[in-house]
Structures are given as structure tokens and as C-alpha cells.
């Protein structure tokens, strides 16, 4: 048997197929003086049966493996999805808002020197109001060298206020307030 040159059976797209070199050879190929020619002959002859493997290629071609054949199916599927996603959306909004979301911040508030009042440190961060923001408890925590910090909590709801806004109103204080650290916060 005279071996095939590959590159003389080119198809439309210059490539060479499978389909056009089955096609050029007329018999199945001596197994034991070309045993891989043999192997790739058989395989390609069982993908197509008696035809040709060209004719087998083209009607892949044409089928979707991941879609529905009936398109009728595939509105009905959609006009279900539809129905179920106006459903939840009308559940969803039937139940109303859920609680906002808060937290729960630690501020530490440090003095400029030993003898800043502290207290009316205390007054002046206390007397910063506003919606959403709530004061809890505080204490003084000594630093060093006789100084120490106001450490303050509050409680905050988080699409009102936030940490930032808080800091910025506390070192409005010039003269009582050096900086403002968040020492804890915590979502609750």
C-alpha cells in the first residue's frame, strides 16, 4: 500500500480532514507495516459507519448539545421562570424591610495633655447628636505620666452614620481632643 500525503487532499478551509484522506484510501491499511495508519482507519470508519465521516461532521454542526430542539419548550420554560421570579419578588416585598443593620463602636478619645478636663471632654463628645447614633457607657484609662484617655462607647446604625463622620465631629474639639482611634467595633 502506498502511503497518503495528507497536504495534496485540502478542503475549503485549507485544512485536511479526516473525511477527504478516509475517502482517498481505497482499503483498510496493512496493520502490521502501519499499525498507527490502521488504528486511526478503524476509528474513523466505526464514527461513521459506511458513510463518510464529512456527512457526519456536518450534521454535528448543526445540533445544539446544550439547547432544547423545541422552542416551544424552551418559551414555556421562560414564561415559568418569569411567573416564579414575579412570585418571590411580591413575597419579598410583602415582607417589608428587615431591621437595620447596627454596630457597636469603641472610641478612644485622647487628650492633648495632663490637664485637659476630662469631663468636659466627656460633655463635649456626648453632646454630638444625631439619628442613628446612640452613647453607651464610658471610662477613663490611664495612658502614662499621669495622662489619661476617655474611652467611649455607642451604639450606631450603619447606613446613618459611620465611624468617620463620628471621628470628624469629635476632633471639631480643638482644644480638648489630640485624636480619635476606634479601639473595637463589632457588628451587632
Known amino acids: 500500500m502506498d502511503i497518503i500525503d495528507p497536504s495534496s487532499y485540502k478542503n475549503k478551509t485549507n ?8 475517502a482517498a484510501i481505497a482499503s483498510a491499511p496493512n496493520a ?3 499499525p498507527h495508519l490502521s488504528r486511526w482507519f478503524n476509528h474513523v470508519k466505526s464514527q461513521s459507519g459506511s ?6 461532521a ?12 423545541d422552542e416551544e419548550e424552551d418559551a414555556e420554560a421562560e414564561k415559568l421562570k418569569q411567573q416564579r421570579l414575579a412570585e418571590y419578588a ?3 416585598a410583602a415582607k417589608g424591610p428587615g431591621p437595620a443593620a447596627k454596630s457597636m463602636v469603641t472610641l478612644d478619645v485622647k487628650p492633648w ?43 450606631i446604625v450603619d447606613e446613618l452614620v459611620s465611624t468617620d ?9 480643638e482644644d480638648f481632643v489630640q485624636s480619635v482611634d476606634v479601639e473595637a467595633f463589632q457588628k451587632l
Open 113 to 155: 495633655d495632663d490637664e485637659t478636663d476630662l469631663k468636659e471632654l466627656e460633655n463635649n463628645v456626648r453632646s454630638i447628636e444625631m439619628e442613628g447614633l446612640k452613647w453607651g457607657v464610658s471610662q477613663l484609662v490611664a495612658i502614662g505620666y499621669g495622662i489619661k484617655k476617655l474611652r467611649i462607647s455607642a451604639i
Open 15 to 22: 485544512e485536511c480532514s479526516d473525511s477527504t484522506v478516509f
Open 90 to 92: 411580591a413575597k419579598k
Open 51 to 56: 458513510e463518510a465521516p464529512a456527512a457526519a
Open 58 to 69: 456536518e450534521e454535528d454542526d448543526d445540533m445544539d448539545l446544550f439547547g432544547s430542539d
Open 32 to 34: 502490521s507495516s502501519h
Open 165 to 173: 463622620l463620628i471621628e470628624e465631629k469629635i476632633t471639631e474639639f
